[in-house]
DNA sequence: GCGCTTAGCCGCTCA
DNA sequence: TGAGCGGTTAAGCGC
């Protein structure tokens, strides 16, 4: 049921749970408790004041005072059990695969609140991976003068390249793309693609930046690096209106 | 100020959010809002209903219906900015490096509260202290292969190693496990130990990692660095006690 | 501050 | 179902 309670008994909000989880409603709920995890990993911390969510996919989050991160969690899909035990109210969420258990054990609930959120809104992210190949795809030229792109995402047997391709001299090229500064794993990455090819090929790592490090190991293993000007690349997608809004809204200042 | 409000005008929502910044408390808010975000990438999500989180430490979560993730974030040390502007209200978080916005405009609040959470417990990751010697005690293959442990310190009063042992070619070994980053420190620790031995000793420092500066000095000193799968260890711990409670509680309780 | 490594990473895609 | 891989990854640590 959508509602709420304040201070409510360990029963009445064990009740509240369930029939909140039955009718598919995100719960929120704070209160004072201990939280056990057991799978991959394990965790225990005692008892302090915190946020627990439930949603209704099966979700949980336990957020403490800071933080962005949950302090414990348990990914959708989760089955989740409570009732009270002992005198404390026991919230028990079980994943199947793989296998895993988040305890949550209440000595007090202040306030709990379940809802219905209405929410149809797509969410729209701006120039994302895909777009951004695309972009390289159609403009091979900002990667290298003359580079024509023969396959992208081609499955190797050492994993997936960004795109395979021809430069201006016939050389055939693998091009590992990334979009921000490449690190030493960059260029492993491209070494695994490379290593598994036979013939004679070019590898290109292409990347805003790269880390000196990770330029060091690509040059010893005879490989080049291109400078990827995002900015540029940006330019050729369409403007965003919503960055106008924005901007405007933080000249004009809140308070 | 601790606090909640029932479908608040958003002017009383904005005051409420400012003070409740200013007072360092954890705000949760119910509403029907949209959110813009522009940084190392950019996102737009159309109007909703929503939950959204801010922390003390300026950290900001806006959750959907469903998924484990937040929708939209900012990490820890944002600056929250809030006011009505045009009949909304509107919340800016801005962080520095990177320069990231993320811009929340309400046309409605359903419920918001603000909350103190007293909450100084520890966050134990792993098996806790004496399961963790339990384990180890129980497979020492965990830290070397034919290893088998002959002495074992529970306690932490130093001077005596965690563990002694003779390995697989019948050496004496002594053995010092770190739950954590191995450091200077746990090298000079086992190195004294080693030093008020007689005989012929092989050393071990055992944990999860090692700093670059502790391997050098412990390599210098001829011993060896095992490292600690804390993951593989965790998942030694039975299972049973959590399945037996949950099944329990499947049988006899909540519902 | 930057660069590197890890994470109960999560979540997506595709064989 | 598993492997590979991106992410507004975040967060921690060494340098």
Request: one cysteine or more; proline letters at 4%.
């Amino acid at each position: 049921m959508n509602g709420i309670m304040f201070y409510p008994l360990l029963e009445e909000a064990g009740d509240f749970i369930n029939s909140s989880v039955r009718g598919k409603k995100l719960i929120i709920c704070i209160g004072l408790f201990s939280v056990e995890y057991l799978g991959r990993s394990s965790s225990n911390l005692g008892l302090g004041e915190r946020v627990l969510m439930v949603k209704e996919d099966g979700s949980v989050l336990v957020h403490r005072r800071v933080g962005y991160e949950p302090v414990n969690w348990q990914p959708a899909g989760c089955i989740i059990r409570c009732g009270v035990r002992d005198g404390k109210l026991l919230l028990l969420s079980e994943r199947r695969r793989p296998k895993e258990f988040l305890k949550v054990v209440f000595d007090k609930v202040y306030l709990i609140t379940s809802t219905s959120l209405v929410d149809e809104a797509r969410f729209e992210i701006g120039p994302v991976e895909n777009e951004f190949y695309d972009l390289l795809m159609a403009h091979p030229e900002y990667i290298e003068e003359g580079l024509r792109i023969v396959s992208r995402q081609k499955s190797m047997p050492s994993g997936i390249p960004d795109f395979t391709g021809k430069d201006s001299k016939g050389n055939y090229v693998i091009i590992e793309v990334k979009r921000s500064m490449a690190g030493v794993d960059s260029v492993k990455q491209l070494d695994r693609y490379m290593k598994s090819q036979r013939g004679h090929f070019r590898g290109i790592l292409c990347a805003p930046s790269i880390t000196k490090s990770a330029l060091l190991i690509l040059k010893k293993k005879g490989y080049d690096f291109r400078r990827l000007n995002l900015k540029a690349l940006s330019s050729l997608v369409a403007f965003k209106p919503y960055e106008e809004t924005l901007d405007r809204h933080l000249e004009e200042g809140g308070s």
